[in-house]
């Protein structure tokens, strides 16, 4: 297979797994809104009136990015397992000429274009609260999603290799949500924390991207723990290349 | 004629939490090329997994495999540009139409957009699918979305179809036009090997047919020459006033709704069919269909005629 034809096969499946299901799914896509909509909601009500109202509802935001992207890229293991064990199209696809790395991508690129019109939400409400922002921050926003949607793909394939039913993932989604976006500080300041539970949030990546953002927006950051962007950075691309490592070691085009 | 698919003492046992399951048992077999190959058996007899490794999905436990001159085992991507499946109980992609569902698989395969275009509007046609084209997949019957994948590799460019039970669902016009796509495939030269627990269409589309069971290969040939091999191969249907006592000595005696059927030599037969014309019985005797191949090896004990005992383990 040429390379024209590798990018060839990897659009087709971006475009079939997240242009297509836009056009004749709408409805499915407020799923991936769903959650940051409703927290923007709470923390917009209870924080009417506060003097620091303004930086709750960019807390929000931020978090609102981070979780809508998190939510398609963990929903990828839905898609995965759905696809492999109930629709058998993965079967159709190994005996193609398609490889696997082409699958992978096409379906975890599919997965950022689902998550588009959510994010675009969430530009629209950043841009009405706080105006354009500046480039550094643009660019931050952009390489933290990037890597996080990475993140949360190679999550999905390495736990996609161990679910034989799709109701599995219904179990695990909600979990991950909770662990990766809800409890680590991208909400909130992990100055708020007990001092025991601050070193915690260092074991979810989405702290990083938190971390990056608080900072390019003026948040508050991690307080004590604070780190040098460099880090936050370095961390996210250990994360996401060690999960992707992980995934290919798991992962089995051919049965065995 | 080459071999499309050749494979030597193909083996595949399954192992889960300490339990063994063989599925096939060396099984020795040549798919020619550009020919319809039906393969037959019971549920569980090992088509499916054969399907499955020949056309690299799978890696067997010991046996040799080569499509298309390709080592399957060692060279799978030589393989896999040039080979189709539709798996077993495979279903299509929900949220796409049916044009789309055919479309984008071409082009997932790496087909350039107008000659996609071009194949999915013949396949549609040939399978009457273009007055449902716009529709999307979830809007169909279930025998509807079986056609729907039946199209999409039938307008695929690859020299090899694998089919795994097919027409599973559809109605007989259905069926009659998968089939006639099927034949068509196959005048193109391409190769298709076949799965089906339809006995009538194994028998109508396939130039040769390999009948499995407990991970055997039991019998293999033309239908024709797979009936031969039966220690029966004629059905005599006996209605009216001769009795089972009278009848058994011909072959083996079956009651049917208002009478006997009896699997014969071809002797036995002709004999039966005159002493019943004598006897003013209404009588029709006919070659035994592959259906009757079926039941007389595998739905009861094997006996003689048989190429290997079923020894494999399930």
């Known amino acids: ?256 | 004629m080459s071999a499309a698919i050749r494979t030597r003492g193909l083996e595949k046992v399954y192992r889960s939490q300490g339990h063994e399951t063989r599925a096939l048992a060396g099984v020795d077999l040549e798919v020619p090329s550009g020919a319809i190959y039906g393969l037959i058996g019971r549920n569980g007899a090992g088509k499916t997994t054969f399907i499955r490794i020949t056309s690299t999905q799978l890696l067997p436990t010991a046996g040799e495999v080569t499509v298309l001159d390709h080592d399957a085992l060692r060279d799978p991507r030589s393989v896999r540009s040039r080979i189709a499946v539709i798996p077993q109980e495979s279903r299509p992609l929900y949220f796409l139409s049916v044009d789309e569902l055919v479309y984008l698989y071409l082009k997932l395969r790496g087909m350039p957009s107008e000659e996609a275009h071009a194949r999915t509007d013949r396949v549609l046609q040939e399978l009457d699918l273009t007055s449902r084209r716009k529709l999307l997949v979830s809007r169909l019957s279930g025998g509807m979305r079986r056609r729907a994948m039946v199209a999409m590799v039938l307008a695929s460019d690859a020299e090899v179809l694998y089919l795994d039970e097919p027409t599973t669902g559809l109605d007989p016009i259905a069926r009659r036009e998968v089939w006639a796509a099927i034949q068509r495939a196959s005048r193109e030269k391409r190769t298709v090997l076949l799965t089906t627990h339809y006995l009538d269409e194994a028998e109508a589309l396939s130039a040769r047919l390999a009948l499995i069971e407990n991970g055997r290969r039991l019998l293999e040939g033309s239908p024709a020459e797979i009936r031969s091999r039966i220690p029966r191969p004629f059905r005599v249907t006996v209605r009216g006033v001769l009795g089972r006592a009278e009848l058994e000595p011909y072959g083996e005696v079956t009651t049917i709704e208002g009478g006997f059927l009896v699997f014969a030599r071809e002797a036995d037969a002709r004999e039966l069919t005159l002493m019943a014309l004598q006897r003013g019985a209404p009588v029709a005797m006919a070659p035994a269909s592959l259906e009757d191949v079926f039941l007389q090896m595998v739905g009861r004990p094997l006996d003689e005629g048989s190429e290997s005992s079923g020894e494999a383990s399930e």
């Open chain 1, 1 to 256: 297979m040429t390379e024209r034809h590798r990018l060839r096969s990897l659009w087709t499946l971006a475009f079939m797994n997240g242009v297509v299901p836009m056009r004749t799914q709408p409805l499915y896509l407020l799923s991936t809104i769903a959650s940051p909509l409703s927290f923007l909601f709470v923390i917009s009500v209870l924080s009417q009136g506060s003097p620091n109202h303004g930086a709750y509802i960019l807390y929000a935001i931020v978090g609102g990015f981070v979780l809508t992207i998190m939510s398609v890229g963990t929903g990828l293991q839905t898609d995965l397992t759905h696809y492999k064990q109930d629709l058998k199209f993965q079967e159709l696809v190994v005996a193609s000429p398609v490889e696997a790395p082409t699958y992978i991508a096409g379906l975890a690129l599919s997965e950022f274009i689902y998550a588009m019109p959510g994010l675009g939400v969430f530009v629209i409400l950043w841009l009405l609260n706080f105006g354009v922002p500046n480039v550094e921050s643009t660019l931050t926003l952009l390489g933290c999603l990037t890597l996080v949607w990475a993140f949360a793909s190679a999550l999905s394939f390495t736990l996609a290799t161990y679910f034989a039913d799709v109701r599995e993932t219904f179990v695990f989604s909600p979990l991950i949500s909770l662990g990766l976006t809800v409890l680590p500080p991208i909400y909130y300041s992990a100055r708020i924390l007990p001092s025991w539970a601050q070193p915690l949030v260092f074991l979810s990546p989405t702290t990083y991207a938190a971390d990056l953002l608080h900072r390019a927006f003026g948040l508050d950051q991690l307080g004590p723990y604070l780190l040098p962007a460099w880090a936050d950075w370095l961390a996210l691309l250990a994360f996401a290349g060690a999960l992707f490592a992980l995934a290919a070691a798991k992962a089995q085009w051919r049965e065995t």
